[in-house]
């Protein structure tokens, strides 16, 4: 997907004020049983498609409205996938902002976790 340079400058700025993950650290963590947020922030029809095996969705469009009632937790490890990771950078930026400590995005979003052979619902 070609996306527009506003855009782009936008995620850029975002992604040097938050952490980004690689699908492979969060399939080990995964794996280990570590707990934390696993959050698919696509839009509702991309989720009903298909998404990481153990996420939950909270669509980017409710994401600030309602992330406190599924996270109260300030300080709860979440990590946030969306298509390719642009969203999801946005996002994080968003919940760094509302004071959330621990949130990751996973770069290269279910495109990456997909080509990783990783498992789907």
């Known amino acids: 997907m070609k996306h527009n340079p ?3 400058r936008l995620v ?10 690689h699908v492979e650290e969060v ?12 959050l698919d922030i696509r839009e509702d029809h991309e989720f009903s498609v298909d998404h990481a095996r153990g996420a939950c969705h909270l669509g980017k469009g409710i994401l600030e409205r ?9 300080e709860a490890v979440i990590v946030l996938y969306c298509g390719g990771g642009f969203r999801s ?8 902002q509302m004071g959330y400590q ?13 080509k990783a052979g990783y498992p789907l619902e």
């Open 66 to 74: 309602d992330i406190e009632t599924v996270v109260p937790d300030k």
């Open 6 to 8: 506003a855009f782009l």
């Open 12 to 21: 850029e700025q975002a992604r040097k004020r938050i952490t980004e993950c």
């Open 27 to 38: 399939m080990a963590s995964l794996d280990r049983g570590e707990r934390f947020h696993f």
């Open 102 to 114: 621990h949130v990751r995005s996973m770069n290269g979003g279910i495109r990456a976790w997909r």
């Open 89 to 96: 950078a946005l996002a994080a930026d968003a919940l760094r």
